[in-house]
C-alpha cells in the first residue's frame, strides 16, 4: 500500500492541490459511531485559524461525505470525504514550473513521477491533503471521546520560544480545543505569534515542536516487533508534511539521562497500577501500559519563502533564482497541531480495533 | 500483519528468549542475490562485542538458514534463519516472575497476554531476537553494496559524551565496519567506555544517540503519504527495544531555525543535482532527492539495573523491591549499531522492491 | 483491509447505491499511462446495455476522474474516480425495510452492522457499484493493450445455451469489443436473449457462465504459496455479486480426467516454449507459464424476482411473503461480462507492478 | 505479501523439499489457546494415510514447535512450526534437472526465479509444505471447536465415483475424522480406491472433488467488496496444489437454475433463523448467513506420472521425453482432505479475529 495506512482501520488519502477535489476514505470503521459534522467543520477551521500569522480568515473547508455514513452514523462500510477544490490559480505557476523550491517535494516529485506530476500548487504533496486527514480525523474523535480517550496537541515550542508543560492533561486537552492558537502559557502564545511576525516581515519562516498527549488509553495496545504503539504512531505522523523528527516520552532527553533516573517505577495508586514517572511516554515494549501516550514532533519552519533562493532548473540543471510570489504562511506549527491530532486519532483507531474487533467503537 | 513488515520484502520475527529457537522469515527477496554467511557471522559478532563493557566474549550465535538459500544464492521463495537458543537457565526467573522490571515490558506483556505470555528472559520482546534482525540484514546487505548503496551508523552520542560528526561518509561507514566500538573519534570512543564502565560499577546504565548515514541510493524512492521514507524507516526503527526517538536531517534542530537557515538550496555538481545543504536528510516530501539519507535514534539507558528498584506484584498489586542478579549489560548503544543497520537495510530493499520490482537487487 | 484488494496496485470500492456518489481509488498505478475517457465511457455503456434484456438504455454513467489524471496521462499518485448517484427514489424502500430478500445480502448485512445499514437499494451491497469497477477496469486496459496484453469475457452458458469455445483468442476478444451481448455464436446468442426474455415474462431470472481468456502475460508472474495466479484472481473475482463459482484451465473437468489426458506436454514453437494442450489454463503451481489465462466464472441467476416469495421479517422473525415491485433485470450474466473484465485487469496490474516495479506500465 | 495469507492471523509458508526444513509461521493468535500435539500428529498422519494407495506407511512427519507455545498454550506471540526434512535424495534429480514436467511447476520456476531455484523435488512447490499448513491448521481446530465451529472434508468425487452427499453434517464431520479415506459412502470409499489402483497399476493417476463444510459460523462474518467469505477462501485454497476450481453452495449448478430455484427463502426454526435450501452455501453478499458454508474444490489429477511423457529441455527448448523414476501417488485427493480442513480453519480464524478482535479465540 503506497498512500494508505492502518491494518484494521484504513486511511486513504487522494487529490492534488489544483485538481477536481482532494479526499479520503476511511474503511474498517465500526458501524453506529456518531458523526458530527458541526465538530468537522470546528476542526478543519482550527486548520485554518483567523488573525495576522495567516493569510485573511476564509471559511473552513467546505466537505461531502459520499458514503458510508446514514442517519448520523457511520454504517460500517467505507466512508468517502470529498472537499471539493475551488480558489485554484492554475496560471500562476508556469513560469516557475522548472524551478525546484528549495526542501519541497518539486524535485523529488519529479523524480518519481518522471515529469507527469501534477506540480501546481504542489499537486498530490500539498499540505492541502491534510485537511482531508482532519476531517477524517474529527469523524472518529467523538467515538474516542465515549471511551474515554482524548487527545490533545499543544505548541511546546515555536520560533525558539517554549509552552509551559503539560499539567493536568485532562484540563489542558480540552482547554486547548478552544484555543486558536494551541499554546497553554498565553505570554508564550502571544511571544511565539510576535516572532511568527516579525519572520514574515523579513520573508521568512519559523518551525517549531508540536507536543501530543493520549489518555484513556487501556495497557495492551501494540505488538513486540514492528506494530509498536511508537512505530505506529511515528509512521502515520511522518504523513505530515514538515515533520521531521517523532519521539515519545523523555525521547531524545533519554540519551543522556541514567538508566537509575530514566526508569519509571511501578507503584500503585488510587487508579490501579500506574508509573511514578513518565519518561516511557506511556509504552513500554511498544505495548501500552496506561499511563499517558506522550510524544513530540519537530516541525521544519515553512519552506517556501518570499525571499529569493538559489535552486536550479530542473530541466538543464543549471543555476537559477527562485522568487516566490504570492501568500505563504510564516509557520504552520499552530496549523499542523490539529493534524497531529487527527492522524493520532485514526492510528489509535487502528490500534483499538484489531484488539478489540471491528464494532467496539460503534454503538453496539 | 503484527510481527511483520515491509510491503514488498516483508520481515517476520518469532521466538522467545527460552524457547527453542528465536528466527526470521524474509519473503519477497530476489533470486540471485549472494549469500555470505562469514559476512552474517561477522555482523553477528558485532552485535555481541568483545571486553569489559558486555559480559566475556562469547562466540556469536550460530544461525541455520533453513530455506530460501540454495548453492549461495538466493532462490528468490521465503528465507528462514533460524538461532537456536542455548545457555537459558529458567530457572533464575521463577522467584522475580511477578514483579514487574521498571521500563521493561513485563507489565505490558502480562497485560496484553493476560499472563499466557513465556516471561522467562523477556520472552518475545528480548533483545536476543535481534539477533535474527540482524542476520536477515546482514543477508541483504552484500546484495545492497553491489548496487552501490552503503549504510552504517556510529555512535554519535553515548553516557554524555559527542562522537564527530561524519566526515566523508563512504570513508566513515568503511570505518565503522572494522571498529568493535563504532564511535568514529578514537578519543571519544575510549571516554564513552570509561563512563559505561562507571556505570557499571554504579549497578546503574547509560544511553546514548545512533547516528545512520545511508548513501547511493537513487531520487525517487518513498510516497508522499503514509509510506514516506521517514515512515517506513521510523516504522521499523521503533521495533529496536531501547529506542524511544527517530529523526531525520537536523531533525528536533529544525524546529529553532529560520526557513531561510534550513533549506537546502539545490545546486549542479559534478555528481549531478544535490543540495548545498543537507537539513533535511536526503528527504523532501517523503521521496528521497538524492543526497544521503541521515537519521538518528535516541537509545534509552538499559533498564535492566543491578540496583534495587521500586515495582509492584503483578498479581497483588503491593509495592516490592526488585533486586535484579547475574550479569547486565551497563549500556546496548554500541551493540545496538548493527541492528540499526540491519534494520534499515531491510527497509531499504523493501523500497527498492517496491520501486524496481522483484528481481531488481538480484543477480538478473 | 476490507474493501481493498492489490498488493501493488491497489483498488478501494466505496459508496452506497442510495447515496451522494459510488466511487473507487486506484493507488499504485505508474505514472504516465494515458486515460482514454471515450474508452471508459464505452465499457461503462457496456455495463448498461440496449434492448429488452434490461430497462429501457440509459446513457452509461457519468464519471468524474478527482484525482490522479492530468492532461491525459496518470500522474502516479491516487486515482480517484467518482459515479453520483442520481435517479434514486429511496421512498420505494420503506414498506419492504424489513423483509430480507431471499438470496441477497439485506440479512447478512442487518446481522454485520447492527441495523446501521444503509439499505436503500441494497446500500454498499448494491451492484451499481461495479460501475466504478468497471471505470477503473477502463481506466488501466489500455495500458495493458500497448504491452500485449488483451482480455476478454464471453458468454459461455446462459440459460441453459452454450455458446462455442474459445478460437482463436486475439481475434474473438477483438470481436467481442464490438458486441452488445457477448456470445461469439450469433445462434446462441439469439436463442440466450429469447431465454432471458421468457424468464423475465414468467417473472423470474436466469443466470450462467462467464469465460474469461487473458493472452500475452510473460511466464512467471504469480507466487507459489498463496498469492497464486488463481488465488489472487479467484480473491477478486468473488466480490462481484452473483459470482458463486470459479475454475482455471479445465477447471472441474480435471476431477474426472486421468494424469495422462490432463497433463500439458510442453512443446517448441514458432513463438516459444507452449504447452499442446491447456487444460492448466496457463498456470501451473500458481505462476503464469506463458499459455493463455482461461477460468470461468459461474453467475447465478439474479435474486430478485418479480413474483411472490416467501422470506422473514427480520425485526419479528416472522414468516412474510415478499413482492418486488418496480423494474428488475432478468439477467445480469451479459452486464456481468465487463465487470469480470475489468476485475482480471486490475488484478493483473498489480502482478505485474508486484513483478516489474510500479513504472512498467507507465510511458517509462 | 507473497508466500503470507491473512489480514489478522496470518499464516506463511517457508521451506524447499530438499533444504533443511519446511516450516510455518503463524502470527495474530489470540493467547491461551489450547495446544494439542497429539491432535496435530494426528492430522499429519492422515496427510500421509497407510496402504496401498500411497506408499508404504511412514510415520507422520515429526515437528517442532519453536515458537510461541508455552505450556500447553499459546502466549499471543508467533508460532513458528518447523518440521525437518529428511529422507531426502537429491541425486536422483540431477539427470531430469532440464526437463520439464508437464503441468507441474518446473518451468514456471524456472522462469519466474531465472534459474536460482532450488528444483530438487519441487522445491518451494513440493506438495511437502502441506504438511506445515496441515500443522498449522491442527494447531488452531481445538479452538475453533470449543467455539462451537466444526470443519469437515469428504471425497465427493475420486476418479469417475461419487461419494453420498452430506447428511447430518455435524455426525458426518465426526465420522470423517475417524476415516483413512474421507468418503463417507462405503462402497463408494471402496470403488474409489480400486480405480485408484487400477490408475497407478496403468502408470497413470486420477483427480476428484473435494466438498467442505463449516457449520457453526455467526452470521456476519466476511466483506462486502474483496475480502468476502468466498474470495477470502478461495484465495487460501488456490494455494493448495492440484486445485484447479473452487465453487460455493450450488456452485456452477446454479448457473443453469432459474432465480425461484436457486433463491433460499429465509424461514423461521427453533434455531433461528434459516433458510429452507442452501444454494448459496451460507454466504450472502460475500456475508456469513449462519447457514453452514459449503463449498468444493476441484482436485486435478497428480502431474507425476510414471509412463514417459513428452517436455522440452529448458536450456535448450529441443523436444525430450521424461521417464519419471521413483514411487508416485496415483492419487492425491484423500490426502489433500486433511490439507482444505486446515487452510479453512486458518482463514476461519482470520475471519474472526477481524470481526470480535485479537482474544476473542483464547482462554479469556
Redesign the interface.
Known sequence: ?????G??V???????SH?????V?L??LA??MRVDEEYITAMLAQRRPAGALSTARREPDPF?????V?QG????????I?IPNTDTRSGDYADTRWL?R????D???H????G???YRGG???SGR?TAALVAAGALVMPSLVAKGIAIGTHIQ?CA?VADRDFGDIAQDIAALQKLDFGALDAAAAEEMQQRILK?KAE???????LETAVIGL???????????V???L??????I?A??????????????????V???????TDR??A??TN???G????????MPVIF?C????????S?P????DMRT???AVLQSKGRHDPCIVHRARVVVDAVTALAVCDLL????????L???
Not at 19 to 23: L, T, V
Not at 353 to 360: C, F, K
Open positions: 500500500m503506497k498512500n494508505t495506512i491494518n484494521h484504513s486511511v486513504t488519502l487522494f487529490g492534488e485538481g477536481p477535489s482532494i479526499g476514505v474503511d474498517g458501524p453506529g461531502v461525505i459520499e458514503s458510508g446514514w452514523y457511520t454504517t460500517g462500510t467505507p466512508v468517502c470529498r525546484a528549495p526542501s519541497h517535494a524535485y523529488t516529485a523524480q518519481k513521477y518522471h507527469f506530476e501534477d499537486g498530490h504533496f491533503l515550542r525558539g519572520a520573508g521568512d519562516s519559523v518551525g517549531g515542536v487501556e495497557p495492551g495496545l501494540g505488538e513486540p516487533w514492528f506494530d509498536t511508537e512505530g505506529v511515528a509512521h502515520a505522523l511522518y504523513a508534511p515533520v521531521k523528527g517523532v519521539e515519545f516520552g523523555a525521547g531524545f532527553g533519554l540519551a543522556d539521562m541514567t538508566g537509575s530514566a526508569n519509571d517505577a511501578f507503584c500503585q490501579g497500577i508509573t511514578a519518561h516511557s511516554g509504552v513500554n515494549g511498544g505495548i501500552t501500559n496506561g513530540r519537530a516541525v521544519r519552519p515553512t519552506p517556501t519563502l525571499r533562493q538559489n535552486t536550479i540543471g543549471e543555476a480495533a484489531g484488539r478489540y474487533g471491528t464494532d467496539w460503534g454503538a453496539q
